[in-house]
């Protein structure tokens, strides 16, 4: 109890220090804000181009614009006013595909004038723009500068995502770090963005590298599924219903059992080292469990850090873990290699060579298989065995974990984006202990069925399986930290 | 020191941290006091601090540029001194530069950093005297430059701060005792600046330029400094009639700094006298759309009404109303310069004297103070009032002449014809230019005077 009131309060502490944004003006009443979203698809560009004036501005641009001089913009004076400015400002973005020169064309427009602060409003003009690309047989690079509003002071944005296309790579953050220029985020002891150009390269296919939440860029490994996508997206909806929260909880147990079944991050060497070790339908649960703990603390870890400093860099987090897991597999791999090599070799002792003592051997092996736990049964597994194998799973955060956390974050729902990043942990343990609990269950039957028909292979499989397990997971681990690190 | 005007209120507005020119050199004041303390401040963190690798690299360009450094350097490292002290002065130079009260708030979370992290450190101490001043909190700055004075008698910045806050409260004995203290300690570009003011005050227009002049040798190899330095000089060259002069220190100060919003005013007001209305307008103009200053604003404001161009005049006051209305939203009174654009454009003359009223009581016997009171009191057709505090107004012999054209209207007001000829005599001789939206009618009551009235007065 007293634990979980800790967690409870931990969990405070990071909302409370992520803190809630704020939609004051972070460079001051003078301002206009920027912000260009791009996405890429297969045959053309869109840019939602938002601009955000401050009072002030707000103030002149309605001056600007009011032709009858009744000092309010109708319909007209107003559809005018976009229409202008929205040309200009397509004309100031200059695009390149494929080192090509591309026209930006206005789609739509819209302008509304929040309320500001002393009784005054401010404005926001949204351009909706397009261009067609050439579509392209093999990869293209899409670069954008901005060059709107040059000597106006304020924030500058760009961010880019893709649909029904590969975004290959990409200097600019897929998702707005002020809620598209209506909640910046408010310590102000920080540079404001000035973000005005962006370079992206697309490929054709489906998926898009992550809806990376701002300010970490490329940080995540590439490769984050589609659902992870739309799921951040749900994330992102604007309200946040019950009804919308259970389901989005429900999702993220969904998305967290879909991870753990997904090939990659050591799955199947903790599965095959479940059989070979012949560990109960319980201690599948406990491995499951261990994964699913670490895996959990691990993202909220990361996440928090990732939230609060700059310091680490997670594109050189990431490798490194990987090694740290693959070689913490390789480890025990080598353990169980060990164990089953002298086990097998008492166990030939047995049959083979009878005037050897049984009983010296067993308690070799005894000492061998269970070195630092000889309490246990020396064929099952120890509960303290679990932890290491436990760890190693889980050491790697999944991307798509940690972008749902810091999608919440960067929304300002740290709250919801921790219950998810737990739901996500309930789905991922779920599910690796349904398999394990599977294995092991196929493993008993098979065992049966093998010494009902034919006792001498049973033997032989008993011999064999630990020795073909271990070798699994000692390899399964290098090949791990291999990949991680040439991914370094 | 009269207390009974006083209260413990935190007053505030008008970015001036320093000698507090009147309108049109108000601007180039605060800017060039801005930089100056700046500088002054860069320094002094500098050698009082040792170990301030952030403080130690040229600054960068813009005021931007250095604030976004500053901030990487205190992300980096929290427990650098150096670094919230200089950003609470980064902040407040900005705050003054851009007149956008956001930057109060932000420069006065840093020094309460620095607080934090060496309470007592005087480095932090006269950052927050220097925010005081911006804060037009004058006792505050006084009280915390005395602190400082005490504890270490060579600080120059801690005397120039004195200099300003007695300048500011109208002890103007005690401004130039404490102005001499700090010309001892370091006769560089604050002390002459500040010496240059304190001469203009008391009448001595030739001597407030030579000082600018030898500061403008003295510092000629400080960039931004330099610049505004040579817009305070263009300033006094355009008060003294040098129009050529004048015009050349503004044109070198932006070759420096093109983005010198105080030496654009000015180019703006030397093409105005010259006759060139419509170029005045269109500087104006685009230095109002990066800048929208209210100074600047009312300046162009004012040109576009003498050219009949009345709904732009009235866009461009209204401008200046919201930038005032968001400056009261944020705890800042706006007081003398709104106290006098108040009283010249706008339609309530009881709610200018209401602010003319404020401007007095956060600078008691300041000379400005004064005059914005009386003024205000003279559209509201009370002359007999505004009658003693013209008189104490007038009291150092400033060659100013907006004041003395104040005066002279104050004068003829309350009967007093033959004092209101000396005052518009004294107008006309110093700078028949003095300003676009007095001179016709300047023109006019030299008519009723029976002075004789120069071109610059004739009717739009």
Known sequence: MRRLAGVALGALAVVALLGEPAAAHPLGNFTTNTAAAMTVHPDRLDITYIVDLAEIPALQAVQRADADGNDTLDAAESRRYRTQQCATLADGLRLQAGGKPTPLAVERSELTFPPGQAGLDTMRLTCALRAALPSPDGETVVALSDTNLPDRVGWREITATSEGMTLLDSDVPTTSSSGQLTAYPQDQLQSPLDQRSATLRVRPGPGSAAQTPAGLGNALPGGVDRLAESFTALVSARSLTPAFALLAVGLALLLGSLHALAPGHGKTVVAAYLVGREGSAQQALGLGATVAVTHTMGVLALGVLLSVTDAIAPQRLYPLLGVASGLLFAGVGLLLLRQAWSARRSGGHDHAHGHEHPHDDHAGAHDHVDGHDSSHHPRGLSWRSLVAPGLAGGLVPSPSALVVLLGGIALGRAWFGVTLVIAYGVGMAAALVGAGYLLVRARERMTRRVAGHRPGRLVRLGQVLPLVTAALVTTGGLVLAARAMAGA | ?460
Do not use: C
């Open chain 2, 1 to 460: 020191m009269s207390n009974t005007l006083q209260t413990g209120r935190a007053p505030a507005d008008l970015p001036v941290r320093a000698p507090a020119r009147h309108h049109r050199g108000r601007l180039a004041a605060t800017a060039v006091v801005a930089v100056l303390i700046g500088l002054a401040l860069g320094r002094f963190v500098f050698t009082d601090a040792a170990g301030a690798p952030s403080i130690a690299r040229p600054g960068p360009q813009t005021p931007q540029a250095r604030i976004a450094a500053l901030e990487a350097a205190v992300e980096a490292n929290p427990q650098d001194l150096p670094s919230w002290q200089a950003l609470g002065g980064a902040y407040t130079d900005r705050a003054i530069y851009s007149s956008d009260p956001t930057f109060y708030n932000l420069a006065d979370r840093a020094l309460d950093r620095a607080a934090e992290l060496e309470p007592g450190n005087l480095s932090t101490m006269l950052g927050r005297a220097n925010l005081s001043l911006s804060l037009h909190d004058f006792r505050a700055a006084r009280r915390l430059g005395g602190r400082i004075v005490a504890e270490d008698p060579f600080s120059a910045e801690a005397h120039g701060v004195l200099v300003d806050a007695e300048v500011e409260l109208g002890h103007y004995r005690a401004a130039t005792r404490r102005l001499e203290q700090m010309l001892e300690v370091d006769p560089g570009l604050p002390a002459l600046s500040r010496t240059s003011y304190l001469r203009e005050l008391h009448g001595d227009l030739d001597g407030a330029v030579l000082a600018l002049q030898q500061a403008d040798v003295a510092g000629a190899s400080r960039g931004p400094g330099a610049a505004t330095v040579l817009t305070l000089l263009g300033d006094a060259l355009r008060k003294r009639g040098d129009h050529d002069a004048a015009r050349a220190a503004y044109e070198r100060a932006l070759r420096i700094y093109p983005d010198l919003a105080a030496a654009e005013v000015g180019t703006a007001r030397l093409l105005a006298s010259d006759g060139d209305r419509l170029g005045a307008i269109r500087v104006l103009e685009a230095l109002t759309q990066r800048v929208p200053e209210s100074a600047a604003l009312t300046l162009l404001g004012e040109l576009l009404a003498l050219q009949g161009r009345d709904d732009e005049a009235a866009d461009a006051f209204a401008l200046v109303e919201a930038t005032a209305a968001l400056q009261r939203n944020a705890g800042q009174d706006t007081d003398l310069e709104m106290a006098l654009f108040a009283a010249d454009h706008g339609d309530d003359p009881a709610a200018a004297v209401a602010l003319g009223r404020r401007a007095w009581r956060d600078r008691p016997d300041n000379i400005y103070a004064a005059d914005a009171l009386a003024w205000t009191l003279h559209r509201a057709g009370r002359d007999r009032q505004a009658l003693p505090l013209m008189r104490r107004a007038l009291r150092l012999g400033t060659s100013d002449a907006l004041l003395r054209y104040h005066a002279a209207e104050v004068f003829a007001g309350a009967g007093r014809d033959q004092q209101a000829r000396r005052q518009l005599r004294e107008a006309r001789d110093t700078d028949p230019w003095f300003s676009p939206h007095h001179q016709p009618a300047a023109g006019a009551l030299a008519r009723r005077l029976g002075l004789q009235a120069p071109a610059a007065w004739a009717r739009p």
